[in-house]
């Protein structure tokens, strides 16, 4: 018996991005739901009329993109449950191919409760900002600790890990996957295009919100989960938070002082140089992409003091948007 599949896709506002992503799964799944947060654009009427099942969600609560996966499994759950769920985000067009390659990999291995391949950039040559997401997604196949929210799941594994986590606003697929690990799940990335992402990040603002969303996700997932992404955040206390803070002091009270920052984040933009050029990056582009992610320490500090801020005042976590 062929092995079904139902699709969860999530979006806001997302316009033609869904429209391609809707698109992309006509024929290709027992079920097709659309999860959308709240948008002001014609996405609701179009997933419609492209045949999708959809789930609106209500204002009472944040909006967030574990929220909306969450809610569309809720859905899937008032039929019959397929063998797996795909889980995808509106502005990704999935290649075809990927679904019955992904089945056929579950199939193959009751252990991997989650299948993940390759998102790649549609158009990484628009901007250094969608540039940057490419290379973020280009990860290595084989076992994996974490994957990004496009990802072929296992019912049971789902349950067992208890879903998405709706008050995670960030890095909520890392958070899922950590819980799914725990439960003694397999997680596997295989050496196949799985979707076209379109980033659509034109403007130094919207890479900014990102980095900030990013480190929320840091400081979020990391205190529901420790130790995962200390490492990360060690980083960014340090060249986000303690190197400025230095160097306001030495303008204040040593104003020579400066010359050592500017050494501390030399350093840095070097070391990050030298790992792009020795995973194979070309040296201009490397060049670019190494002055982002050095800079990207000071929205990720923002994003951590955020979610901590917002911790303590025991304040709801607000989805930080982009886009």
């Known amino acids: 018996m062929t092995p079904t599949v139902a699709v969860i896709a999530i979006g806001r506002n997302e316009g033609a991005r869904l429209e391609a992503c809707l698109t992309s799964l006509q024929g290709k799944t027992a079920r097709l739901i659309y999860v959308d947060s709240g948008s002001v654009d014609n996405s609701v009427a179009y997933a419609r009329m492209a045949g999708a099942e959809v789930v609106e ?9 574990a929220r909306a996966r969450r809610e569309g499994y809720e859905q899937l759950q008032s039929g019959e449950m397929p063998d797996y769920v795909q889980f995808v985000d509106g502005d990704c067009i999935v290649a075809d191919g990927w679904i019955n390659a992904a089945v056929a990999t579950m199939e193959d291995d009751p252990t991997l ?6 998102r790649r950039e549609i158009h990484p040559d628009v901007s250094v900002y969608n540039d940057l997401c490419h290379d973020e997604w280009d990860r290595p196949a084989g076992e994996i600790e974490t994957c990004g929210g496009d990802m072929m799941v296992r019912p049971a594994a789902y349950s067992e890990a208890g879903g998405f986590d709706d008050t995670v606003i960030a890095a909520e697929d890392d958070e899922f996957c950590v819980r799914l690990r725990r439960e003694g799940w397999e997680m596997q990335r295989i050496p196949r295009e799985m979707t076209r992402h379109d980033a659509a990040m034109l403007r130094f603002g919207q890479w900014w919100q990102r980095a900030v969303r990013s480190g929320h996700g840091f400081a979020q997932v990391g205190y529901m989960h420790p130790p995962y992404f200390e490492r990360e955040q060690k980083r960014v206390v340090i060249y986000g938070g303690a190197v400025p803070l230095l160097a306001l002091l030495f303008w204040m009270f040593w104003p020579f002082g400066l010359w050592i920052i500017a050494a501390i984040y030399a350093y840095n933009y070097i070391r990050t140089l030298q790992g792009l050029r020795a995973k194979g990056m070309a040296t201009a582009r490397a060049g670019r992409h190494a002055v982002f992610l050095t800079l990207s320490k000071l929205p990720n500090f923002i994003g951590m003091v955020t979610f901590h801020r917002r911790r303590l005042k025991g304040k709801s976590m607000q989805i930080i948007e982009y886009k």
């Open 57 to 65: 969600l209500t204002a009472d609560r944040p909006f967030t993109a």
């Open 113 to 118: 409760g989650l299948v993940t391949g390759w």
